[in-house]
């Protein structure tokens, strides 16, 4: 029975932790929406060209690969600078998504800045969420050389929907810092015994072990 007990808790283990590492975020990529072709296009606040996220500011530009060698994943990103520069030109972008309050989750997103005589280098923004404000800065790199930076922000959700909003701090230049890959996901596993602790597992082949784990468990309780 004790072996019968610790196959059913290493099975809601595998269950809860594969539940934990769903990303939150929907076209964390910005490869779904309505795009018009070319070599980028301008997104004007309220438009909802770019599914399931929110433009505002003076707008923003959703590029593709024909001028830049990117992006970070797929074949789409968004550059939070409105072309055509100017200290006003700074765009934000936002999603809201389901949290559960008190929560902790952790925020990943990739940055490039491409290089250029009078761009900002660093590259930066500001990233809020939560109640949370944080500026992040990247390298300016050269646009058909593209350097992608990972960045990280933990944050507990106050409330059971999140907002998270990506700002541009400096419109100059006509190509801003660009953003790909987002996603939020919970970094808590829940505590299944305090008595008897099960070792954490990866996600990768959760399945797989699951599967496993219940077949010797309904052979064990056939057995007298």
């Not at 990103?77 to 989750?105: C, I, P, R």
């Amino acid at each position: 029975m004790r072996i019968n007990r610790f196959l059913l808790l290493l099975s809601i283990s595998l269950m809860a932790q594969s539940a934990v590492a769903q990303n939150l975020i929907e076209n964390g990529s910005f490869e779904n929406g309505d795009y018009s072709g070319g070599a980028w296009e301008t997104v004007s606040p309220g438009d909802d060209d770019i599914t399931s996220w929110v433009v505002g500011g003076a707008g923003v530009d959703w590029h593709n690969t024909i001028e830049m060698q990117f992006p970070n994943d797929g074949s789409l990103a968004v550059d939070l600078n409105l072309s055509g520069g100017g200290l006003s030109d700074t765009g934000t972008l936002s999603q809201s998504f389901a949290t559960a309050s008190g929560q902790k989750y952790r925020l990943t997103f990739f940055l490039a800045g491409p290089a250029g005589d009078t761009f900002p280098d660093p590259r930066e923004i500001k990233v809020d969420v939560a109640g949370i404000a944080q500026n992040f800065s990247t390298p300016a790199s050269p646009h058909d050389a593209l350097v992608w930076e990972q960045m990280d922000l933990e944050f507990t959700a106050t409330d059971v929907q999140t907002t998270v909003m990506f700002s541009s701090v400096d419109g100059t230049g006509y190509w801003g810092p660009l953003l790909d890959s987002v996603s939020v996901t919970a970094i808590d596993s829940p505590v299944v015994s305090e008595q008897e602790p099960i070792p954490a597992v990866g996600s990768i082949g959760a399945a797989i072990l699951f599967g496993t784990l219940l077949l010797f468990g309904l052979v064990a309780l056939r057995k007298p």
